[in-house]
């Protein structure tokens, strides 16, 4: 499909190391539209996943590396689907009222079935999950993994 949209992290530090996410607008068109926007602004260059948990997912988008950062952009009204939280789905981070998403997402490690329909996934790794599973763990990590350049194509 030509109108395939990507979402594209390098988590790489001197070498590139691409995750590149197959963005899912028919999913959640608001949540696609956040993200294609804030990497078109440069918002995720530079920003640490501060929360990494083997065995469950690596959470990123907090320009302040402490999970209680965002963007200055209004949150986004949940958009919950039937999409399962998998190896590889990625989701919007978001605090206990749904519509709180903002810049914050999470990529699962393996199957977290137990977030599905209270979360709102938006897309899916394509490649390069073996960089995401490479990320420093902790919460924060003491030398966390970052996003040196996230693009959208």
């Known amino acids: ?6 979402f594209t992290l390098d988590t790489g530090d001197g070498e590139p190391k691409d995750v590149v996410i197959k963005l899912r607008p028919d999913l959640a068109p608001g949540h696609v539209a956040r993200i294609t926007e804030l990497a078109q602004e440069g918002f995720y260059d530079g920003v640490v996943f501060h929360r990494v948990i083997s065995g469950f997912m690596a959470q990123g988008g907090d320009p302040t590396g402490t999970g209680m950062g965002g963007s200055d952009k209004p949150d986004l009204k949940a958009e919950f689907n039937a999409e399962p939280h998998v190896r590889g789905t990625c989701s919007m981070a978001r605090a206990q009222n749904p519509d709180s ?5 999470f990529i699962c ?3 977290a079935r137990f977030l599905d329909k ?3 996934v938006w897309g899916q790794v394509e490649s390069g999950m073996e960089h995401v599973d490479a990320l420093p763990k902790g919460e924060p990590p003491r030398a966390p993994g ?3 350049k996230a693009t959208v194509a």
């Open 118 to 120: 209270q979360y709102t």
């Open 1 to 6: 499909m030509a109108d395939t949209l990507t």
């Open 146 to 148: 970052k996003i040196v």
């Open 109 to 111: 490690f393996e199957d």
């Open 101 to 105: 998403a903002n810049s914050q997402f």
